[in-house]
């Protein structure tokens, strides 16, 4: 029997009743991987800049890279909710542009989109993306678009004003129909305190253990990025260093004439039965001359 589709009312619902486990994925392989081993949410995340395509911060990412890779995810994931990231200016210029964004993630095969930040102009992008009916995901504290602006990554409400304002924003989020919070690189007291007082899950990436549930990126938890590694990150595997051995392996057993060997050349040994054959019975074989 197949399990249950994940959908956002169930999401909503898990913050009485379980964790919830939330992972990035970018590709058919990665999700269906994801899909399988139980994660509720796949995010495609705007980290797919670093982390596939090789940029300093997301910045540079655009709606069109966001909508390749969901369509790619969307395909791997038959169980977990998918949730793509809209990237920098997809929702900044105008609310009618923004509505019309997170339509495309949706034709996509996304089932919500998510929206960095809560100030009041955030605040009325999500309510016309919420009125077109496409489910929204929150995400305040460290919002990686918003990296010059915040002076660089950094914890966010260490201080009372900041994190007041990180309460307020959480409840204007809660407010305006939103149906979980990411809360990235804020205090744990903090995140607990946000997670106590509104009713959405709240999902945690360097914000401590009380929040509903936590998310990590595909290639931090498995170890296949070798750029920054934030405290936060936990290695569940080093598959970098296994990938990069077995392709070291592969390039000697090539120079030294080992690959391939008898087990792996079947099609070659047909083909050159087949030729002896042709030759045996007085067949000439003439090879194209060069042009």
């Given at each position: 029997?197949?399990?249950?589709?994940?959908?956002?009312?169930?999401?909503?619902?898990?913050?009485?009743?379980?964790?919830?486990?939330?992972?990035?994925?970018y590709d058919?392989?990665s999700?269906?991987?994801a899909?399988?081993?139980?994660a509720?949410?796949?995010?495609?995340?705007?980290s797919?800049?670093?982390?596939?395509?090789?940029?300093?911060?997301?910045?540079?990412?655009?709606?069109?890279?966001?909508?390749?890779?969901?369509?790619?995810?969307?395909?791997?994931a038959?169980?977990?909710?998918?949730?793509g990231?809209m990237?920098?200016?997809?929702y900044?210029?105008?609310?009618?542009?923004?509505?019309?964004?997170?339509?495309?993630?949706?034709?996509?095969?996304?089932?919500?989109?998510?929206?960095?930040?809560?100030?009041?102009?955030?605040?009325?992008?999500?309510?016309?993306?919420?009125?077109?009916?496409?489910?929204?995901?929150?995400h305040?504290?460290?919002?990686?678009?918003?990296?010059?602006?915040?002076?660089?990554?950094?914890?966010q409400?260490?201080?009372?004003?900041?994190?007041?304002?990180?309460?307020?924003e959480?409840?204007?989020l809660?407010?305006?129909?939103?149906?979980?919070l990411?809360?990235?690189?804020?205090?744990?007291?903090?995140?607990?305190?946000?997670?106590?007082?509104?009713?959405?899950?709240?999902?945690?990436?360097?914000?401590?253990?009380?929040?509903?549930?936590?998310?990590?990126?595909?290639?931090?938890?498995?170890?296949?990025?070798?750029?920054?590694?934030?405290?936060?990150?936990?290695?569940?595997?080093?598959?970098g260093?296994?990938?990069?051995?077995?392709?070291?392996?592969?390039?000697?057993d090539?120079?030294?004439?080992?690959?391939?060997?008898?087990?792996?050349?079947?099609?070659?040994?047909?083909?050159?039965?087949?030729?002896?054959?042709?030759?045996?019975?007085?067949?000439?074989?003439?090879?194209?001359?060069?042009k």
């Amino acid at each position: 029997m197949a399990a249950q589709k994940i959908t956002v009312p169930a999401i909503r619902a898990m913050k009485q009743t379980q964790r919830i486990g939330m992972i990035t994925a970018y590709d058919y392989p990665s999700a269906k991987l994801a899909d399988a081993a139980g994660a509720d949410i796949i995010l495609v995340g705007d980290s797919l800049g670093m982390v596939i395509l090789g940029y300093p911060d997301t910045l540079s990412v655009t709606v069109d890279d966001m909508l390749h890779h969901t369509r790619a995810a969307a395909r791997g994931a038959s169980r977990s909710l998918i949730v793509g990231d809209m990237p920098y200016m997809s929702y900044h210029v105008s609310v009618e542009e923004s509505v019309r964004n997170a339509g495309l993630f949706v034709q996509a095969g996304a089932h919500a989109v998510k929206i960095e930040g809560g100030k009041p102009s955030r605040i009325r992008v999500i309510e016309a993306v919420l009125d077109a009916e496409i489910p929204v995901m929150g995400h305040i504290g460290l919002t990686p678009q918003s990296v010059n602006a915040l002076g660089g990554f950094k914890v966010q409400g260490k201080g009372a004003d900041d994190a007041r304002r990180l309460i307020d924003e959480a409840a204007a989020l809660e407010q305006a129909g939103c149906f979980a919070l990411v809360l990235e690189c804020v205090p744990s007291e903090l995140a607990s305190l946000i997670t106590e007082r509104i009713s959405i899950p709240t999902i945690g990436i360097g914000a401590g253990i009380h929040c509903d549930g936590q998310v990590l990126v595909y290639h931090d938890l498995l170890g296949l990025y070798d750029g920054h590694k934030p405290k936060f990150v936990r290695r569940y595997a080093q598959i970098g260093a296994d990938i990069q051995a077995a392709i070291e392996r592969y390039l000697a057993d090539v120079r030294e004439a080992r690959f391939p060997d008898d087990q792996t050349e079947a099609f070659h040994v047909a083909l050159d039965d087949e030729l002896r054959e042709l030759y045996g019975g007085g067949v000439v074989i003439e090879m194209p001359k060069a042009k």
